[in-house]
């Protein structure tokens, strides 16, 4: 089956700074990759995601690229807000839906003032 | 609200006992999923439904699970004879039919399971 590896497992940058967050599959049929923030408390909440057939997307200030022959993808987060801390998860599909996604472990970003 | 909703939020149970607990889904969303999370992991996948179809189950879902979504809208999740190792928070999530799937999983806040 999928597995997904996620690093760092932990993150601290200042305020306004940019984050990386980099995750691997292993599945070359995987063609979905989202990215969930959970608060603390809360369940998982989708910011962004990608499909195989792009290798990159941005919204405002989050984006998403997409390595399918290295079979990586990362999240970048530009000009980090303290809103922004949070733990983030990567996760991967083969279905082109979100029927069956196999996550990542998880990165906690700490964005400090 | 109009968000998943998952009851109860909390749930101490003793080991052996059996505990259930009830997802309600967005409204017209016709998927609904179960996933467990273990502190400082990911959400683990173990069972989805189309309607009142269960379509796939994990192997994680062993014969003490159970889930159950009878008329396609709410759906239960029972665990029997609980142990230790069942404690994680257990996530229900839904998302719309084919035509309107941006692939979005909607997650309630869960429901956390604590085995004594």
Request: net charge neutral; aromatic share 10%; proline share 4%.
């Amino acid at each position: 089956g999928e597995n997904v590896e996620q690093h760092p497992s932990t993150l601290s940058v200042q305020e306004g700074d940019s984050a990386v967050i980099k995750c691997t599959y292993s599945d070359s049929a995987s063609n979905y990759f989202p990215w969930y923030k959970q608060e603390l408390g809360k369940g998982p909440q989708l910011i962004i995601d990608i499909r195989s057939n792009v290798g990159e997307k941005k919204d405002q200030r989050i984006a998403v690229t997409l390595n399918k022959t290295a079979k990586h993808f990362s999240l970048h987060i530009t000009e980090t807000q303290p809103e922004d801390s949070a733990v983030y998860f990567c996760a991967a599909s083969t279905t082109g839906t979100a029927s069956k996604l196999t996550f990542g472990t998880g990165t906690r970003l700490q964005v400090t003032l | 609200d109009t968000g998943v909703s998952q009851d109860p939020r909390h749930k101490i149970t003793k080991r052996g006992q059996n505990v259930t607990f009830r997802c309600d889904p967005i409204s017209e969303h016709n998927r609904l999923y179960w996933y467990r999370q273990t502190l400082g992991q990911g959400p683990e996948f173990l069972t989805y439904f189309q309607n009142e179809a269960q379509l796939e189950k994990s192997r994680l879902l062993s014969d003490r699970f159970s889930a159950e979504r009878p008329k396609g809208s709410f759906s239960t999740l029972e665990i029997q004879r609980t142990e230790q190792g069942d404690s994680a928070m257990y996530l229900c999530a839904s998302s719309p039919n084919r035509g309107k799937n941006t692939g979005e999983l909607f997650f309630g806040e869960g429901s956390r399971l604590t085995v004594l």
